[in-house]
Every structure is written in C-alpha cells, then in structure tokens.
C-alpha cells in the first residue's frame, strides 16, 4: 500500500487536543515513579500519591481504600500505555500521521543581497540523545525541549526547539553590529574612537516580528484598544517552532552534521560538528548554555587528516573504567578514518588509510554508522571488555561492507604508539550491493540496526560463558546484530552480523555475514526489501533501537517505511521538491526531513486514528 505525500496536498491533521502529548491519568497530589529498565515488558513505573487518598491515624480501613485506588491508579496507567503503543503501532503501519515544520528564508546567512543563490536545507541531524538513551514500552513524548540541527547550502547551521504550530517562518532580519576596538593611542572616555560596525543577517519567526512592529506602533498610537488585540492574538496561538543557536560554520555547503548533547560541561549545552565542501575540513562548535542565539566563539578545527569530502560523521560514547570519553568518528571519500576526542577539543586519537583487502589499493568510501552498544548497556561486557563489540561499519564506492572492532583500531594503536598509517585488516568483508544491478554498484548508505535474531539475554549470557568455555571446551556463544545497507542502485538489504570470540585462549573476536550467499534467507527477517528506490537511496533510520521497522530516503524525492520482518513497503512518502539527503527520528513519534528546499518537515504518528481523514493542504 502506498500513500503519496504531494506538495499540495498532504495530509494533515491538526487538533486541539494533545495529539502529540501521551494521555496521562489526571490525578493530584505528590508522586513518586519507581520502575525499571528491564525491555521485557515487566517492572511498568507504579504512581504512589503520597497524600492525595491517604488519611493520618491509626484506622484499619484506610489502609484497604489505600490498596483499592493504587490498584485502580495502576491498572489506569498500564491501560492508557497499551493504547498509545497501539495506536503508535497502527499509525505507523497504516501511514497515519500530521505534519508541521518551519521555513527558514532562504536569504544568505552572510550577506543581504537577495539575488545571491538561494540557500535551501542540505542536512538535518537529531541529538545523540535519541539515539542513546533507552527506548522502552512505556516512553511517551519527547521532553519539550526536543530540538534539531539543520545544516544549508550556504554553510550556516541552525538549532531549532520544536513546536507545535503548523508552521513557523524565520526571515532574515539585517542588524548592525558595533564592536569596540582597543587602541593603544585612544583617548579614555572617547567613545567614537576605534569603533566598527558590520551587518549581519538573524533570523526571527515572522509572526514574532509582526507582533514586535505592531506592538511598536501601538504604543506610538497609545492605543489600549489595539495592546487587548494584540495580546488576544497572542493567547491564541500555538507554540511556534524556536531557534536556539545559529551561526555561519563554513563558505560552503555543509554536507555533514552530527549534533551531540550528551556532554556535560560548563557553559555547555552540546556540540556541532560540521564538514562542508570537499577540504576534508571539521569543525567544532560548542554551544553555550545560554540564551545567546549568535555563537560568537571559534570553533575547534579538526584538520591534518582528511583531504577531501567526508562522508560521515557520528559520535560514541567509550567507556574507560568509571569514566566515559565522548569521541567523534570521521570517515572520507579518500578512505581515511579518525576518531577524535571531544572531551579534550578535539584532540587526534587515531587515524588510519584503509585499503582494499584483495588487492592492496586505497579505497574510496561512500558511507558509515558506528555500533557504540556500551554506550547505554551497562551489562554488555563485550566478551571482557567494555568496548568490545563497539563496531565501525564503512561502505565502500565498489560495492563492498567493511567492519572494523574499536578495540582492534585502539590496540594497533597502542602497539605502533602513535597514529598508523594503515588500517589493519577488517574483521568484516564482504560484497553486499552491485554486479548485476546495471545501475552502479556503491553502498550508499548503512545503518547499524540492533539486535539481531539471537535474543539480548542469549547474548548476555554467552557473554559469561564464554569465560568459562576454555575449562569445558565448548564453543563461544554466538552474538548477532542487523545491518541495513542502501544502495546507489536504489536496492535496500538486511543482513545479520555474527560474531563469536575466535577461541576460549584467543582475545579476538571473529565476524561474518548471513546471508552468505543469494539463495540464503534470514530467520524470521527479510534479506532484500522491494520494490526499492528509483535513485540511491542516501540515508536510512530508526526509531532508537526499535528494529521491527525501518525507514529509507533516496535521490529520487521518497521515504519509504520497511518492514524488516517481510520486507514489504508499509507506506511511502512522495513529493519532496528536491533529492531528500537525511532522516532524523525523535523517540516513536516524530519523523523529520528536509527535500522541501527552505522548509524542514516534522511528521508526527502519534496522532488519533480517526484525524487522518480530515485533509489539509500544504502550500509551503
């Protein structure tokens, strides 16, 4: 079934109840939430009301009418989360949902003129957050402080917080800017003296800016009658869309984004790193705590490795002990590799040159994602070591999928005791897009998917087998994960990533792919997704760690949501003016793309099944 999202008419629905807020139970008093982390569907958050039923004294009957209201609260609970699950599992496979979003101007960021060439959205990023922290039955809604990063074709990048109006439009406003220069011959109190004043571009939601020129000529007009107006208007209106941070990052278009904010620090609220043109160039923003719109810091570059485009950019978290080292991954077109160290301004902590594993030569990376498991498992030991299993996916321009365990790169590391030259030899290897597709044969895009058909547990407790497998002679415990890959022929497969430690004495861990070969299928997975795209299909997501579905984007203007289980299109997305680059998730509700030139679409599936029929057009 396809549903097609047209430009001038897509569905939207817009409702005054809270489409986008989990239902919650009503109740007053003061609570306290005690639940688990457990992904079993056992340990739901109990709500205790400290004061609300209570009655002070020694009565045995307020302790029965005590037992029946937790009773009633609790099973309240647990009903109003099996009918958001529900519903969010059915908008998702009906293709239910509204839309909303904000257009940025697509004035230059640096300059005024506006016969320049039109500045459109390249990339959009979710914060690491979504991806990181721990998606279980009964998460609702994002915090209201949710955000994401967009990154332009004239090298500008911008934080938005999101709302929930139907759209927010930031123009561009020309402001001067006077900066006091310090000379050593100024005369002390001459004001005028060493003075500049530039103009810089800053961009408001146009709504907000009306409100400020009308209220502006209100009070010229002392006119009582037009402040009751106005502020009726205000009353009336939804949460706009707000930008938070926006500052110019490069001359040229940003082709790579990745927005961490798990980080603390002082004055610190995360950090952006971008990569535009083909320098091989990074750059590192850290963004204040504040309330400063404007960055107005350097930022940190990250330069001396690559030497042309990047294809990637992702974060990870490592852990050293007790500590945890934020880091940055970087991939080129040139086949360099790097990781950087973000808790220390983004100091170098290793670079290698990968190479063709049959014939020697450079190869020419398309695509990456990491497999950072230890960053929010406490229990995944990774056969011994805490970044054991944390794995590097690259794709390569020639069709092929190369892993690299972390562990490996660092001890090549240490042992060479600085940076290498050369990459080892990759613990994964194989062909996955090409040969007989008659459309190129690159690996477009890649995504890491989670756990694969060998259960959490199962793998937990090979984990601790393994330990004691030298003593029993028994075979390690096989461990599996999910790999998407794209590719520039538009085909989309699944495949499931093995790995087992290669013996009882042995520290390394063997790797390899099923299925193996094209008449091979996956155990209660699909291996290839069809009908596929009409152009490469550029970047693939999830919804945090939820791998009974997926979503692609392609060149061709389309999002496509999979079914991993039967490989079957559950509903398309098409009409997007131009080639779509990016997808970003935030939590199981909302979808955020861009393909829609100045204008980042938000597509929520947490709405009422039944909102789906009423129509909106949207004539952005």
């Known amino acids: 079934m396809q549903y097609h999202l047209a430009l001038s008419a897509l569905a939207v629905v817009f409702s005054k109840s809270s489409a986008f807020i989990t239902p919650r139970p009503q109740n007053n008093g003061n609570r306290f939430t005690v639940g688990s982390s457990r992904n079993d569907g056992e340990g739901d958050p109990l709500f205790f009301d400290d004061f609300g039923d ?70 959009v990023a979710a914060p690491s957050s979504s991806f990181t922290s721990i998606s279980l039955p009964q998460d609702r809604a994002l915090p209201e402080s949710r955000s994401v990063a967009v990154g332009r074709t004239d090298g500008s990048v911008f934080v938005v917080k999101l709302g929930d109006e139907y759209l927010t439009s930031f123009m561009s406003v020309p402001k001067l800017v006077m900066e006091q220069e310090e000379n050593e011959g100024q005369i002390e109190g001459d004001d005028e003296a060493g003075m500049t004043v530039r103009v810089e571009n800053e961009w408001m939601d146009s709504n907000e800016l009306k409100d400020r020129l009308q209220e502006e000529q209100t009070q010229m007009a002392q006119s009582p009658m037009g402040e009751e107006e106005g502020g009726d208007q205000i009353a ?101 590799i790097a990781l950087w160290d973000l808790d220390r301004n983004g100091e170098l902590v290793f670079s290698c040159q990968c190479t063709d594993v049959e014939n020697e030569s450079t190869v020419s990376l398309t695509c990456a994602d990491v497999s950072n498991p230890s960053s929010w498992d406490d229990d995944y030991n990774g056969y011994g070591n805490s970044n054991g299993l944390d794995v590097i996916y690259l794709g390569t321009s020639n069709g092929y999928v190369m892993g690299y365990l972390l562990n490996d790169l660092l001890t090549s590391l240490d042992s060479n005791g600085d940076s290498i030259s050369e990459c080892p030899v990759p613990n994964l290897h194989f062909r996955a897009h090409g040969t007989d597709s008659g459309k190129g044969e690159a690996v477009t895009a890649i995504k890491c998917g989670g756990d694969g058909t060998i259960p959490t547990s199962a793998r937990l407790q090979g984990a601790d087998e393994n330990e004691a497998s030298s003593s029993t002679g028994r075979s390690p415990r096989i461990s599996s994960s999910i790999l998407l890959t794209g590719g520039e022929d538009g085909s989309v497969k699944q495949w499931e990533i093995l ?32 009908p596929g795209h009409d152009g490469a299909v550029s970047s693939i997501s999830q919804q945090g760690r939820d791998s009974s579905k997926f979503l692609t984007c392609s060149e061709d203007g389309s999002v496509c949501v999979w079914s991993a289980s039967s490989g079957k299109e559950l509903f398309r997305m098409d009409g997007f003016s131009n080639k779509l680059s990016s997808l970003a998730c935030l939590g199981r509700e909302l979808l955020v793309t861009d393909g829609m030139e100045g204008c980042v679409c938000v597509h929520d599936f947490g709405i009422e099944e039944d909102a789906a029929s009423n129509g909106y057009d949207l004539e952005w």
């Open 236 to 336: 009336q209106k939804q949460n706009p869309f707000e930008i938070t941070h926006q500052f110019l990052a490069s001359d040229y278009p940003i082709n790579s984004l990745v927005f961490h904010d798990v980080i603390e620090g002082e004055n610190c609220s995360g950090i952006i790193c971008t990569a535009a043109g083909i320098s091989g160039e990074i750059s590192m923003w850290k963004l204040p705590s504040s309330d400063q719109k404007h960055i107005e810091m350097q930022p940190q570059l990250l330069s001396g490795v690559h030497c042309s485009q990047i294809v990637s950019l992702e974060t990870m978290v490592l852990q050293d002990g007790t500590k945890e080292q934020n880091v940055l991954f970087s991939a080129s077109r040139d086949g360099k």
């Open 54 to 123: 209570g009655s002070f004294g020694d009565g045995s009957s307020s302790s029965s009418n005590d037992n029946g209201n937790l009773s009633s609260r609790i099973s309240q609970v647990k009903g109003a989360e099996e009918a958001y699950d529900a519903k969010l599992a059915r908008n998702w496979r009906r293709g239910n949902w509204s839309v909303r979003g904000f257009a940025l101007h697509k004035t230059s960021f640096a300059k005024t003129d506006t016969s320049e060439k039109p500045a459109h959205v390249s990339v």
């Open 499 to 530: 790995s087992q430690k290669a013996s009882s004495s042995a520290s390394s861990i063997r790797m390899d792919h099923w299925p193996r070969l094209s008449t091979q299928r996956m155990k209660r997975r699909s291996h290839l997704f069809s």
